[in-house]
């Protein structure tokens, strides 16, 4: 029997990490953020709670990584700081997670570079990989030998049968463990809404070739960094038409060193040149690759769009061409950062038809042929929001060969054998928020306090009270983001709250304790009464 | 010669407005409203400012409207109420003003209605309608003779071949008016990204018929209210699979009782059933039709995924139908209703292939076919972002027929004669916001103490001075909003202001009427140091 508990990704991309457990062995797969909605103000990142983890430390034999995305690696310098276990990963996944240890000042770790010739064995788990395709090398799939049966999690993954790299997904090595009988099969749902078969992305380099060719001004490509493939065809392409190459925005520097130093990024040193340098070359030589390619407000490309980047000034007949599409609700920063571009004169190149962008993940054919490669008895669908895992679900039963599908949430707990695959519980698995400044909070409080006063405003009152908790008359107050307060706001909430606190506080109907509660509800009904809105309200008593 | 100003509807989709002037005659097109982005928080809507038209009050014949969309007359009880002139428009778009006048308790109106056959004359203007097909019946194209010349605006369209109301746009009139040779051109350019031509509204008719004959259990069609040709498509086919229809959600309500009153929306008493009623009948006999397809908060579909609807709960084997596509920015309001939806066990039909949604708006081949037919000497592509624009622009480039185009922005005011158009000057066109208690407010300031709170936390501090501007030490503080103050930061923070505040106050450096701001200032300073966020400070001084 094996335990298996699913921390994330279940509900909404992002926060992929789950364990499985048998008897004193625990091993972990991915340890992923979650970006924020636009209503969790301040916040940057979300977290899963580590406290099962803590709780269960002394068996944790390490944690394996997928790749080297945020969503499968994000929190792995939250979870090292408190939890130090080995860290298994690929060449490339690896090197990612080196930079952020560092970044956050971590010096004792311990990193276990894997392929897919690797076995990692401990007492009851044996694990291998095997690579597959995605929009950032060196992914693999993740085989478990458990002692309940084989379990496959897919990783995120795309069938690309002319991958970059040339790297095939190895799917007769997947159709022989398929034959050796697997018991669980997990596997990504981003795109299981999406009929048919994902582009290669070779046909991205096609696009990039055709559009190149037209463009005799400064060409700048915005995509994420952590694409690699995408960036070596984009220098490879650029090269072919006499183009030196730049990198600009923080990740796109770091990740493209790194990448270049492990060997899965190609260039000469003559081929790059700073950002300082770009003046001293003609604009038909320029390719910049930038980040910014989401609309993020502190990328690089936004910040050119507004005029506020230090080193680099758009200018008329550059071209930027967008080579990714918008994340869903990304989508208003993205316009807004193409209208931007648009009205200094600046070319854009972007979607709606155009080919500078393909998915890394599969689409409905590509997912049902590994469920028939795969061939498993149970089935979990996982990482995407419920409409994904659900249409994958729809997937597996229409190919009839799977015996039973579950469709998790954040928080499961399920237990497997041969037999059968059941819930048997709920992890702790609270979110912990991350704000700009790296400060982590759970508590939600404090997020709903910022949605209140975002919406509705806040009042800040202060009393003086006397021993017998009465107010004395003098208050003092103060609105910030309230409109239109009525010209005799100030003396009516004085009145109302006072005399009505009195008169309760009198009867003596208000404990000690309840004062602020009762202040803050008296303003926030008054205010409801005058302006139709409910602030947040800071009482001060004196 | 001709004056045009232009209030909005150019940098993004909304508020919708613009007037010319001749000598002392004045007209206006559409008063619209602009659906906020979500970083403007608490306002449910943004109209311009009226302030320009209350300059020229006197001179104002009419305000003209090309169809009754919220982004078209959402403003025209706010204008109204300011400056009572008389509203022109086709017999539906009137019907819904009438219903927005009557909301807003306004009681002293002047309709007039006109259609395609009508001539509206004044000293310098004589105006003409000419039917369009759109996403709401009774859409028009507005004929401007004006002294400089002849002036035509599209108002929203599509080109359909085959509307559901049969009554196909007049493409040889437009053609006639083409010919007798068009000063101006504006035109709807909100798809002029899009290649093609959009499909006709019958097409859903079609996708429904296939759809519904599949359901079995009770059927939801979430879509706008407005789109009386959708509902009249979905009824009919309901009512051919014998369903009874149920219209849910306040606007759903009021729409469909204004369309059928005044003859656009056509069924009999008996196939209508109430919400109380459809408990009633066996689930196949239930056709809801739904508010909500956006995911916005209050509508009824948001109330029934969330369980919060008072008279309607979903049930297992109930499908929804999404017969719209998300509005950039809606995609995670959407999704996460069909998210809520699937968890509930409700089959929810949407997008991804499915054909049960068609855009109003012209597609880039039906607007190289209006350019072709109206040949205008200059042409101003409207309603849309900048890109929309600038791509509308380039279809009118390309087809080689206009002397000059001119992208315009929010508040230019252009003037036009016989030989040229040029930018003259701005108007004043500030935004008014308004709260969901219809509270209007042009202080920017207000929106932007609502962002900093919502992303940084609010600070209220009380400081007791002396009539030596010196503070006496005693300080109260309170915090909201604000994640894992240091231990210290209380006492910290009081020390901190105190004797900063006091040491320049002593050397004379602080006016009286700096006070606040520089005990902010120093507050925000010091958040900065120890928590790396400046929060909004509210000093009281007592």
Redesign the interface.
């Given at each position: 029997m094996v335990k298996l508990s699913l921390f994330g990704g279940l509900?909404g991309i992002g926060m992929n990490m789950m364990s499985f457990q048998h008897a004193n062995e625990m091993i972990i797969i991915d340890a992923g953020i979650m970006f924020p909605?636009?209503?969790l103000?301040?916040i940057d990142k979300i977290i899963p709670s580590f406290s099962y983890f803590e709780e269960h430390q002394k068996d944790i034999k390490g944690i394996f990584l997928t790749h080297g995305h945020e969503d499968h690696i994000g929190a792995i310098a939250h979870f090292i700081e408190k939890i130090n276990v080995p860290i298994y990963g690929t060449k490339l996944t690896l090197g990612m997670v080196e930079h952020k240890l560092m970044e956050a000042d971590i010096k004792k770790y311990k990193l276990v570079e894997v392929n897919e010739k690797s076995v990692v064995k401990f007492n009851h788990f044996r694990l291998e990989f095997v690579r597959v395709s995605h929009s950032i090398p060196d992914g693999v799939m993740t085989i478990i030998h458990s002692p309940a049966g084989l379990i496959v999690h897919s990783g995120d993954f795309k069938i690309d049968y002319t991958p970059v790299d040339g790297k095939v997904v190895d799917l007769k090595r997947i159709a022989n463990i398929g034959n050796k009988g697997v018991l669980l099969f997990m596997s990504d749902s981003t795109n299981a809404?999406?009929?048919g078969h994902t582009q290669s992305e070779k046909h991205v380099g096609d696009a990039f070739e055709k559009e190149f060719a037209g463009v005799d001004g400064r060409l700048l490509v915005a995509t994420f960094s952590s694409n690699i493939h995408r960036l070596q065809q984009a220098i490879n392409v650029g090269k072919k038409f006499g183009r030196k190459i730049c990198f600009v925005g923080k990740s796109m520097e770091n990740t493209s060193a790194i990448a270049r130093r492990l060997g899965y990024l190609d260039f000469d040193d003559e081929d790059i040149i700073s950002m300082n340098d770009v003046d001293n070359y003609a604009d038909e030589q320029i390719l910049v690759l930038v980040t910014g390619s989401q609309g993020e407000p502190l990328a690089a490309l936004t910040r050119m769009a507004n005029d506020k980047h230090p080193f680099f000034s758009l200018k008329e007949n550059d071209t930027v061409i967008m080579s990714a599409l918008p994340i869903?609700?990304n989508?208003?920063m993205v316009?807004s950062n193409?209208?931007?571009l648009?009205?200094k004169g600046v070319k854009?190149i972007y979607e709606?038809?155009s080919k500078m962008h393909v998915s890394g993940h599969a689409y409905a054919e590509e997912l049902k042929l590994m469920l028939e490669l795969v061939k498993p008895k149970f089935f979990i669908p996982i990482h995407g929001?419920?409409?994904h895992l659900?249409a994958h679900k729809e997937l597996a039963e229409e190919l009839g060969i799977v015996e039973k599908v579950y469709i998790p949430e954040n928080g499961d707990q399920l237990e497997i054998d041969k037999k059968k695959i059941s819930l048997v519980g709920r992890v702790e698995n609270s979110l912990i928020?991350i704000?700009?400044?790296?400060?982590?909070?759970e508590?939600q409080g404090?997020i709903d306090?910022?949605?209140l006063?975002?919406?509705?405003?806040?009042v800040?009152i202060?009393v003086f009270m006397d021993r017998d908790k009465r107010i004395i008359q003098n208050v003092?107050l103060?609105m910030?983001?309230?409109?239109?307060p009525p010209d005799d706001f100030m003396i009516g909430i004085k009145d109302s709250i006072v005399d009505q606190f009195n008169y309760r506080s009198g009867a003596g109907n208000i404990a000690l304790e309840n004062i602020e509660k009762e202040i803050s509800d008296s303003v926030r009904k008054y205010m409801l009464k005058k302006?139709?809105?409910r602030p947040?309200v800071?009482p001060?008593i004196?």
């Open positions: 509900d909605d636009a209503d103000h301040g809404v999406k009929k869903p609700g989508e208003k316009y193409i209208n931007k648009g009205r854009v709606a038809g929001e419920y409409r659900l928020y704000d700009s400044n790296s400060n982590c909070f508590d404090i306090d910022r949605q006063m975002a919406a509705n405003g806040v800040s202060v003092a103060k910030k983001g309230i409109s239109n302006i139709g809105k947040l800071i001060i004196l």
